[in-house]
């Protein structure tokens, strides 16, 4: 009997053994983009070629509601009380929240994807979309007092740090040379589409 036991537990065993195989490479299997920061090398019909910052090439399907917002700097000063932000922030050294780059969305956009999360632009950062309710001028930027509907944050603002905002665009701002930030999705075939882009005027690099 022990030796019947024996032999009916090896099956299972290695059952149990591909499951944990296969369970692994699951985890292990990388997440599928959601964007992509780039250069747009070549725009073929309704396909977009980008050069993401980190070297690959991109290509992409343009969705026929695809949306465009062009992305256009603005000054520090131009961030007031009531103005409803993004903030990418990462942990300072005193361990509050430093902005990497802050944009200040139109009133139309208000609202947009409120709240705190982990972001993807930098290691440990983070963004917010919050309405500013303090703004204290300092000697070397501004803090930021951010509320939104399930907190709020202290963000420091070093004057040096981008400063956006987001005005009209449509499919020709699409073109070789724009520097864009295209969101997109995986279709079945696994090819990409982006039904969403945002395009910096005037060469400018979208910070966020």
Do not use: C, W
């Amino acid at each position: 009997m022990p030796v019947q036991r024996a032999t009916f537990t090896r099956p299972l065993i290695a059952v149990a053994m591909v499951a944990a195989s296969t369970l692994y490479a699951f985890a292990q299997k990388a997440p599928v983009p959601t964007r992509v920061r780039g250069t747009i090398e070549r725009v073929d019909g309704d396909t977009l070629q980008v050069k993401s910052r980190s070297g690959e090439d991109v290509k992409l399907h343009i969705a026929s509601d695809v949306r465009v917002s062009g992305i256009t700097k603005i000054s520090l000063a131009d961030i007031k009380p009531g103005s409803f932000v993004g903030a990418t922030t990462v942990p300072g050294p005193d361990g509050g929240d430093n902005a990497v780059e802050v944009h200040v969305f139109p009133e139309s956009m208000r609202g947009t994807g409120e709240g705190s999360r982990p972001y993807d632009l930098k290691p440990n950062s983070s963004m917010t979309n919050a309405t500013v309710s303090e703004s204290v001028v300092g000697n070397d930027g501004h803090t930021l007092l951010v509320k939104y509907k399930d907190g709020e944050k202290k963000v420091f603002v070093p004057d040096n740090t981008p400063v956006v905002t987001f005005v009209p665009g449509d499919k020709t701002d699409l073109k070789a040379g724009a520097k864009v930030i295209a969101f997109m999705k995986q279709l079945p075939d696994g090819s990409f589409e982006t039904n969403r882009v945002s395009v910096g005027r005037d060469g400018l690099t979208p910070p966020m």
